[in-house]
């Protein structure tokens, strides 16, 4: 899979990662449990010292960062699993080869830590395209 993004981030001071990653994949997990056809969709991508995980499970979404060995998220399934994160546009198109899916952020995404009270936001405007080959 190829991946593409123009990511602005703020961690203190503003961290831009833009173009190609060098690493990215798509995984499709189904759902063995669940009685209808539900399944988790995992985009992934890895730039130089950040990776971006966006996953899918039913309507809910999960949007996680790494930096610098830490990791922020927004949004967790919860337990009717139709929660969206707030201020992130979705847009799928269907391809020749696959799909590609875009995420653009229409306001500034707040993303928090477990393991801190840090937090880094994902600014209006940033946009993350997975093109997605079969």
Known sequence: MDAYADLHIVVGKTIAV?????????TVIP?????????FKIYNAHFNGVSVQYSTYAYADVLCL???KEDYHIN???????????????QYK????????????????????????????????SVLTFNVKK
Not at 31 to 39: I, L
């Open 76 to 90: 967790d399934y919860d337990g009717a699993c139709d929660i969206h994160i707030k201020n992130l546009k979705h």
């Open 94 to 125: 269907k391809t020749k080869t696959g799909e590609i899916l875009t995420l653009t952020c229409t306001k500034d995404i707040p993303m928090f830590s477990d393991n801190s009270n840090r937090t880094v936001t994902l600014k209006k405007g």
């Open 31 to 39: 759902d063995e449990d669940d009685v209808c056809d539900k399944f």
């Open 66 to 68: 790494t930096i610098n």
């Open 18 to 26: 833009k173009g190609k990653a060098p690493k990215a994949y798509f």
